[in-house]
């Protein structure tokens, strides 16, 4: 069982969004001025930008390595466990078990198909709870990468037991801080009244600003990031060693990089 290649056209693709990502999270750094800061203006146009892209992520990946409807069923099957799942602890100190969900199917299934199923399964979360805003594209963007890194993490072939749990524990460890520090960004720049250390001052030096987001991060968000943190580092240790062996079962027998071949009867 291999993880599914990622070929040119889903590398380009990859990068051309996750470029477009980054813009988005960080422009208002650059601004000089405070109007239109808020990022309830460019959400709209980010998840318009969003969607096709992830379109092409998904042609590419098909174009690249033979993709077929076994596939789409499997992304369709995860992002609906992934969304059911995030109801579960969403609003309670930040526990969050669909994370430990997405770091392992990112680590089975690759890269490319990780950043799909995880901006997928955010896209479908919202619907289902409610929680469609002007942070859903940023969510879905977070959430693709968390289960991309994971995908590109080494030694997809050798790497089994007790190190690999590991290593995909401090990974996710690691993506849970970091979905809930790049979430922050896209908030704080047009939240008003935090106060003077930890406020964003427009037209500020970049630094400046990101030493405040620092005290930010710790001031508001520490308290929902380590918790999330922890629980998926709990789930990945106690449950993820059957969740690996059914994920690989089941691509295995999917047989999602096998190739098409026709016999004389």
């Not at 290649?5 to 990502?21: D, E, F, H, K, N």
């Not at 422009?27 to 001025?33: D, G």
């Not at 969510?139 to 993490?153: D, N």
């Amino acid at each position: 069982m291999r993880a599914v290649r990622l070929g040119p056209r889903s590398v380009t693709a990859l990068a051309l969004v996750s470029a477009i990502g980054v813009v988005a999270f960080g422009w208002p750094l650059l601004t000089h001025t405070a109007s239109g800061l808020a990022h309830s203006k460019d959400a709209p146009w980010l998840f318009a930008a969003l969607l096709p892209l992830l379109v092409a992520v998904v042609v590419a990946t098909i174009a690249d390595s033979g993709l077929d409807a076994k596939a789409v069923a499997m992304l369709g099957v995860l992002a609906a466990v992934g969304a059911a799942l995030r109801p579960l602890g969403a609003g309670t100190a930040g526990l969050e078990p669909m994370f430990f969900l997405m770091v392992l199917s990112g680590r089975v299934l690759g890269p490319g198909f990780g950043f799909v199923l995880g901006s997928v399964t955010m896209f479908a979360s919202a619907l289902l709870t409610g929680g469609v805003g002007p942070w859903m594209p940023f969510q879905m963007l977070s959430m693709g990468w968390v289960a991309l890194g994971a995908g590109l993490l080494p030694g997809p072939d050798r790497l089994r037991g007790r190190a690999e749990l590991w290593m995909l524990a401090a990974y996710g460890a690691l993506a849970s801080v970091f979905y809930g520090t790049v979430m922050n960004l896209q908030g704080w720049t047009y939240i008003p009244g935090l106060g003077s250390g930890i406020s964003f001052v427009p037209g500020d030096p970049v630094h400046e600003n990101l030493v405040r987001f620092l005290a930010y991060c710790l001031a508001t968000s520490l308290g929902w990031d380590l918790p999330r943190a922890a629980l998926t580092v709990v789930l990945t240790l106690t449950l993820g060693g059957t969740l690996l062996k059914a994920l690989r079962r089941a691509t295995r027998r999917a047989a999602f990089d096998a190739p098409v071949s026709f016999t004389a009867v």
